[in-house]
């Protein structure tokens, strides 16, 4: 079993090696579909990607891993070959993936801050609250109600998406059980979310759940992911899993593309 699982991790780290940045990917075979959001206001359309079991095995349910920044033209493709590929070689269970595109991505994946300069990033910041209400209240039932799914959710983002993750992991740690969070902004409001971190921890109970945290060569993202994983090497809530990669190789703009695989793998085997 070992060696499988080492064999696996060579694979996809191999796979994430090769997953340079390209101007566009291939759209894939994917559905899609609208909510009406009346916490924001708006409709959000949703992208749909499901594996070839969900069709084979009629009747097997399967884990969802949502995704900010879902659009077709964002991170959706990408992610979604991916998953694909990891599920074809058997490096990780079928999952049905959720992309969830933007609008305004800076309000709904920002909280409240207090630091001027963050205001200056868009005309609307602070949303974050109102757009997991949108992804808990009105996205989830929404996806299972149309999909057989699993009670397993996963959640995985990058820069301020990844700064959501990790708000949503300790704000309200039960609406996801697997976190996944490249380069997170936890700069955002002079770093707040990382001094409340120690005291949402402590409320946290004893359900299984897990986070996976990655950091390229960005000095205060590495550095404030560093002191969370110190925290959580301290003291980390029964229940609670978690992993810490710095890659000072990577930059911010090639962390998600590069670990993407490994993330899903330690998320998903």
């Known amino acids: 079993m070992l060696t499988r699982v080492l064999a696996l991790t060579l694979l996809v780290r191999a796979l994430g090696a090769q997953a340079t940045p390209r101007p566009a990917d291939p759209v894939p075979v994917h559905e899609s579909f609208s909510v009406y959001s009346h916490t924001l206001g708006e409709p959000r359309p949703v992208n749909v990607y499901t594996p070839p ?3 084979s095995s009629p009747t097997v349910p ?3 891993l949502y995704m900010p920044d879902g659009g077709l033209d964002e991170d959706f493709p990408h992610m979604v070959h991916t998953a694909d590929s990891l599920i074809a070689l058997g ?3 079928p999952v049905i993936v959720v992309g969830i595109p933007n609008t305004q991505r800076r309000r709904d994946l920002t909280g409240p801050t207090r630091v001027a300069a963050d ?3 868009a005309p609307r910041v602070g949303g974050s609250a109102a757009f997991r209400r949108f992804l808990a209240d ?3 039932p929404a996806v299972e109600s149309r999909y057989r799914t699993t009670d397993e959710r996963a959640i ?4 301020l998406a990844g700064l959501f993750v990790l708000e949503t992991l300790l704000l309200e740690p039960t609406l996801f059980d697997r976190y996944i969070a490249f380069d997170a902004s936890v700069w955002w409001n002079g770093g707040a979310l990382l001094e409340s971190a120690a005291s949402h921890l402590k409320a946290f109970d004893a359900a299984p759940r897990s986070v996976h945290l990655f950091s390229s060569q960005v000095g205060e993202i590495a550095d404030g992911i560093a002191r969370l994983a110190a925290l959580l090497r301290a003291s980390a809530p029964t229940g609670l899993s978690w992993t810490h990669e710095p890659r000072p190789d990577l930059t911010h703009a ?4 590069a670990l993407k695989p490994v993330a899903m793998v330690s998320a998903f085997r």
């Not at 995985?156 to 820069?159: K, L, Q």
């Not at 090639?254 to 593309?257: D, E, G, K, P, S």
């Open 53 to 55: 079991t969900y069709r």
């Open 62 to 64: 399967l884990p969802v």
């Open 91 to 93: 490096a990780i269970r």
């Open 119 to 121: 205001s200056t990033i």
């Open 138 to 140: 009105e996205l989830i």
């Open 156 to 159: 995985i983002g990058e820069s």
């Open 254 to 257: 090639t962390i998600f593309r």
